[in-house]
């Protein structure tokens, strides 16, 4: 497998991020590890010294990004992939519509990616190389009618990550957009901590950074993890809207 | 497969890479967990200024494409510039490498996420009389600016590189050697004075010989920078050379022919083929060259014209000379350069040719002959391994050098011979001696094997109380550089880097490598 030596995760405290970051530590990566939990961070730094820094920051603080992004940068004395990988999903009642909770979904999955990502692509765009992968999710393929900000962020991310794909190409640049469909972190969790119930094909995250790092380092464009899920998401690309809105998920 | 965007390779191996923070300086320690608190360096984070325009980012890279490093880079054009540059750094808390045209072979010019100053715009010859051949120059003047500048009015660099292309704030950095350094020392030596900036804005003029002088040359950019360079330049009454061709048989004939031909040499270089061996191991081939006496050369008006010295632009009149280094690629492997090595030297031991007239240009500049050829050696690059070896253990240790790459299979396929004399530099490279200089092809899978290879090289060097040049330098260690200086001189030097640079502003890739401070 391709290995990355000067890496940065952004949502490295837990879930996905968190796994990929480990994964990467283990090959020989030096890794920043990006995210508002410091002592989750700490605990995984401590494991890899010399290895991993660690960098406190809420992706919502969108105007620390280009100098802290530098910083970054300097401090790892490079830069050779990022993976944006902070996301959330807030919990929503049957009949609740709720743009406190829509605007902060779309300001953690959606805004701080284009931050980060824009700030990286700059870069990559002048040193004419690099591989960004970013954490979309099988939600965001249609609108379907549960969590209708997390699917709408999701659908963001995945056209963005397609036009950085298609705008950086002619730089070297790799764009790996990555769809998960089920994996085993608290986002699937309810609020009192059971796990929810109608869970099909779920994998580990550490299962799940294993794909992600094969598939970008095989050059792939996109990304299911696990891959089947291409196949769900083509049965729900070819449904006519009339059946779609009667499927209750 | 490691994927680095800037340097696919580095100087060293991937598990050694190491981190280190920005808010420590060049004192900071590799294999520490550092722990950066974003709330500890919010005013620094957040404030404007520190950040560096990211459009001056450009992923540079050593002349020999093996170690490259993305940098922010600026290229002043004035001394005001120049100092505008420096204070950018401060304010930005960013070191400074200095670089001129980018020649030297691995780090020095290298300066990772840092301000890379480019001084290849300060290229203006202040002053020159032809009765003298005594010349003033901005550091970004070339050696090609210089002898086409100067040629005319009969006069040729004193001291000159394989290529033309290097700044002279490069050449006095590195105190470079020619193919004459036995006989007319490194560049430095033909300095009268120069002009010299230090990070912290002090504007000093300093003469030839002084203490100061002696030290500031040759000091790969670490005290400060040149703004203004007065050398002298040797006269000629000819733009040819007399040259003559020796073809010695083993490595032995080789040093006979040397010290048999000094006293009458103007430039002696030697070229052996590395993969001979048995009763022909070391054997070679050695090119003498002799200034022409006045009134030797019957058309000397001719011969000194830029054009007459200008080398072809064609090969053998057939092939366009931009284009020949794609016919070298499919020979750049141990396979291939035994056979070229070996024509080479069959051709030039049984050619009738053994004494010829040749322009100072197209013997000087023999790298410069297949434009680019280094892209042959493919994406991985090259590094050039030079030892410079006392006279009464060069033999037995180039033998040592020369037996153990063909036993470890990575076989140099360029080996370059050449004497020397000793000099007064603080940090000089020169031995009354010999020095080797090893091409060796850096790919992705013998990148290990080469740098295993280069440090038992090191040791044999170490051994023979040899020495090391910076310009060419890839691969030396920190105990091998303090190993070969001695402490009397480091500490001798860091003096002067603290009265200098106070801060630590000027670093490079080399200089963290060697943990020069």
Excluded at chain 1, 18 to 30: D, N
Excluded at chain 2, 150 to 168: Q, R
Excluded at chain 2, 504 to 509: D, P, R
């Amino acid at each position: 497998m391709k290995q990355w030596k000067r890496v940065i995760v952004v949502g490295a405290s837990a879930g996905i991020g968190k796994a990929l970051a480990e994964a990467l530590l283990k090959e020989g990566s030096s890794v920043a590890l990006v995210s508002r939990n410091e002592g989750a961070m700490n605990a995984i730094a401590h494991r890899y010294p010399g290895k991993a820094l660690v960098f406190p920051h809420d992706v919502r603080h969108y105007e620390e990004v280009p100098a802290l992004f530098q910083r970054i940068a300097h401090d790892l004395g490079g830069l050779d992939l990022i993976i944006y990988a902070a996301g959330i999903m807030r919990e929503y009642e049957p009949h609740e519509y709720n743009f406190t909770k829509d605007r902060e979904t779309i300001e953690v999955n959606t805004l701080g990616a284009f931050a980060w990502l824009d700030e990286t692509a700059k870069r990559f765009e002048q040193v004419k190389g690099g591989t960004i992968i970013g954490i979309s999710s099988i939600a965001g393929e249609r609108g379907r009618s549960g969590n209708v900000p997390y699917f709408a962020s999701k659908a963001a991310l995945t056209t963005y990550l397609e036009s950085l794909r298609n705008r950086l190409s002619k730089y070297k640049v790799k764009v790996v957009t990555i769809k998960p469909g089920f994996v085993d972190t608290a986002m699937l969790l309810n609020a009192d901590g059971s796990r929810k119930s109608f869970i099909p094909w779920l994998i580990s995250p550490e299962r799940a950074a294993q794909l992600i790092l094969r598939a970008a380092s095989r050059g792939k464009n996109t990304a299911y993890i696990p891959g089947r899920w291409r196949f769900v998401s083509m049965v729900m690309h070819l449904m006519p809207s009339f059946i779609f809105r009667r499927l209750s998920f | 497969m490691v994927d680095a965007v800037d340097d696919y390779s580095e100087s060293q191996p991937v598990e050694n890479v190491s981190l280190h923070n920005s808010d420590e300086g060049p004192s900071s320690k590799n294999g520490q967990n550092i722990h950066s608190s974003l709330t500890n360096h919010h005013s620094s984070l957040t404030a404007h200024h520190s950040l560096l325009p990211h459009d001056r980012l450009e992923p540079l890279k050593g002349w020999g494409g093996a170690v490259g490093a993305a940098a922010y880079v600026y290229r002043p054009s004035t001394l005001e510039q120049l100092k505008e540059c420096f204070e950018l750094a401060k304010r930005t808390g960013k070191h400074v490498t200095l670089r001129g045209a980018g020649r030297s072979y691995g780090d020095a010019s290298l300066g990772r996420e840092n301000i890379v100053i480019e001084l290849t715009r300060m290229n203006r010859i202040l002053a020159w009389d032809a009765k003298t051949g005594i010349i003033t120059c901005e550091p970004g003047v070339t050696i090609e600016q210089l002898w086409r500048f100067a040629i005319e009015d009969g006069y040729w660099p004193p001291v000159v590189s394989g290529t033309m292309y290097p700044t002279l704030g490069g050449v006095l950095g590195a105190n470079i050697h020619g193919k004459n350094n036995f006989k007319a020392g490194p560049i430095g030596e033909h300095v009268l004075s120069f002009d010299f900036l230090t990070p912290s804005g002090e504007e000093l003029h300093v003469e030839h010989g002084s203490d100061l002088f002696y030290s500031i040359v040759g000091s790969f950019g670490m005290l400060g920078a040149f703004t203004k360079i007065t050398l002298k330049l040797k006269k000629v009454y000819s733009g040819d050379l007399d040259v003559k061709v020796f073809n010695p048989a083993n490595l032995h004939e080789l040093f006979e022919v040397f010290e048999r031909q000094l006293p009458q040499s103007d430039y002696l270089v030697g070229w052996i083929d590395a993969f001979a061996s048995g009763n022909s191991f070391g054997r070679s081939i050695v090119h003498q060259a002799n200034y022409l006496a006045l009134g030797i050369d019957p058309i000397p008006a001719k011969t000194l014209r830029v054009a007459y010295q200008d080398l072809p632009d064609m090969i053998l009149g057939l092939v366009p000379k931009s284009i020949m280094w794609m016919f070298l690629r499919p020979f750049t492997n141990q396979l291939g350069f035994k056979l070229i090595n070996w024509a080479k030297y069959v051709s030039s031991r049984f050619s009738p040719k053994t004494e010829f007239r040749q322009a100072h240009a197209a013997f000087a500049f023999l790298l410069d002959y297949v434009p680019n050829w280094k892209r042959s050696y493919g994406e991985g690059g090259l590094i050039q391994f030079q030892s410079f070896i006392p006279k009464e253990t060069a033999e037995a240790t180039f033998r040592k050098q020369l037996e153990l790459c063909q036993r470890e299979q990575l076989v140099p396929l360029l080996a370059v011979f050449k004497r020397h004399r000793p000099d007064q530099f603080l940090l000089t490279h020169a031995v009354d001696g010999y020095s080797l200089a090893l091409d060796f092809k850096v790919t992705e899978s013998n990148r290990k094997n080469l740098w295993a290879l280069t440090s038992k090289l090191t040791e044999i060097v170490l051994a023979a109380g040899g020495r090391f040049y910076m310009a060419k330098d890839a691969t030396l260690t920190p105990d091998a550089f303090r190993q070969y200086l001695g402490e009397e001189t480091l500490s001798k030097f860091r003096e002067l880097k603290h009265r200098f640079d106070l801060d630590g502003i000027l670093e490079s890739e080399l200089s963290k490598r060697l943990e020069i401070r």
